[in-house]
Antibody, heavy 122, light 110 residues
Framework: EVQLVESGGGLVQPGRSLRLSCAAS????????MHWVRQAPGKGLEWVSG????????GYADSVKGRFTISRDNAKNSLYLQMNSLRPEDTALYYC???????????????WGQGTLVTVSS | QSALTQPASVSGSPGQSITISCTGT?????????VSWYQQHPGKAPKLMIY???KRPSGVPDRFSGSRSANTASLTISGLQAEDEADYYC??????????FGGGTKLTVL
């Protein structure tokens, strides 16, 4: 059974940092690209960042570019999102999602975690 | 990276067919065969329903189908059922290893 378990969310003040983690099981982790997608309370989905199987390709939404850094450790079957200079508008449920392929070309995310909530507020 | 445009809401009666549109540009929806659709029930994670414009993952009923014309993709649900009531999101590759979602459409089954 495929499982993606996010952790690291919480309440943080504006301007501070937070690191999210996603632990994967039930898959050959380094066969797939991975993504972070967020959803603000009562709002729609927003793609945040993606990383190919070997970290050779990485992309960010304009809204987080320069502040967030995605990374992965294939030996630990884990995906990460380092979030710096957090803003109130970053408040959202952050999902980790598995791509159907290694490169991540299409937006086909077939497994999702349950999300970790990040709240940015003073 | 502007969000793709979807209608805020659509509705239909059981057994009917509905279509949800997703409008982008030639830099995303119209430029790549990489449009997907997700279903999200309240409090749940999204579920992949259509990928590569027209393909259905295994386990997704064939009542769900995708299409595209120019810069607008569409999701059609035929034989509407009560359990289809949910939010639906389109997603497209937007070049340079980036993706963009639509704003979402709330489907109500009357």
């Amino acid at each position: 059974e495929v499982q993606l378990v996010e952790s690291g969310g919480g309440l943080v003040q504006p301007g501070r940092s937070l690191r999210l983690s996603c632990a994967a099981s039930g898959i050959t982790f380094d066969d797939y690209a991975m993504h972070w997608v967020r959803q603000a309370p009562g709002k729609g989905l927003e793609w945040v960042s993606g990383i190919s199987w070997n970290s050779g390709n990485i992309g960010y939404a304009d809204s987080v570019k320069g502040r967030f850094t995605i990374s992965r450790d294939n030996a630990k079957n884990s995906l990460y999102l380092q979030m710096n200079s957090l803003r109130p508008e970053d408040t959202a449920l952050y999902y980790c999602a598995k791509d159907t392929g290694p490169g991540g070309g299409d937006c086909s995310l077939d497994y999702w975690g349950q999300g970790t909530l990040v709240t940015v507020s003073s | 990276q502007s969000a793709l445009t979807q209608p805020a809401s659509v509705s239909g009666s059981p057994g009917q067919s509905i279509t949800i549109s997703c409008t982008g540009t030639s830099s995303d929806v119209g430029g790549y065969n990489y449009v997907s659709w997700y279903q999200q029930h309240p409090g749940k994670a999204p579920k992949l329903m259509i990928y590569d414009v027209i393909k259905r993952p295994s386990g997704v009923p064939d009542r769900f189908s995708g299409s595209r014309s120019a810069n607008t993709a569409s999701l059609t649900i035929s034989g509407l059922q009560a359990e289809d009531e949910a939010d639906y999101y389109c997603c497209s590759y937007a070049g340079s290893y980036t993706w963009v979602f639509g704003g979402g459409t709330k489907l109500t089954v009357l």
